[in-house]
């Protein structure tokens, strides 16, 4: 298996736990199969669409990556059409609106950096923002152990 593969179990892992989340608080989530690139899950009774970051290296660096620019087009904050992102830093999970984010961006004016992520194969264009700035923006942040269950679900 890939490190891309890996990354991509890791990550279905990560959103159908907190579509077990959202279930366990009421909500009615819907699993977008699939490439589709808009979001992850959709709250059918909220009519809102959830794109979950996972960001580990956040954990250790302070930082979070946030990609506007892969293969010379708008992708991550500039191609989403979500309405809520969640960072999953390891230890948290921050809830912030991609709007919030822009805003966050276009006041701190942080340093544009172009790199080549692990398991990519061509450079994206992100903003590394640090945690607790983006918290500040942020809705809320919820400690990891609050959302993560002992159980392992499985995404279909």
């Known amino acids: 298996m890939t490190e891309f593969d890996t990354s991509l179990d890791i990550g279905k892992q990560r959103e159908d736990q907190l579509i077990a989340f959202f279930e366990s608080l009421g909500h009615k989530p819907i699993a977008i199969p ?3 690139t808009g979001f992850d899950f959709f709250l059918a009774n909220t009519k809102e669409g959830y794109e ?3 960001d580990w290296k956040a954990h250790y660096s302070g930082n979070l990556v946030v990609e506007i620019e ?3 087009k708008p992708s991550g904050l500039m191609g989403t059409t979500a309405d809520w992102w969640i960072f999953d830093t390891k230890t948290e999970f921050i809830f912030i609106t991609p709007r919030r984010l822009k805003d ?13 992520g692990k398991g990519d194969t061509q450079p994206k ?9 983006i918290k500040k923006y942020s ?3 919820v400690p ?6 002992t159980n392992t679900y499985k995404h279909t």
């Open 70 to 72: 892969m293969y010379g």
């Open 125 to 133: 264009k992100a903003y590394l923002i640090p945690v607790e700035t």
């Open 104 to 116: 966050l961006i276009v006041s701190l004016n942080p340093p544009l950096r172009i790199f080549t």
């Open 144 to 149: 990891r152990d609050q959302i993560i269950q």
């Open 52 to 54: 979950v970051k996972q």
């Open 34 to 36: 699939g490439k589709f």
């Open 139 to 141: 809705s809320r942040d």
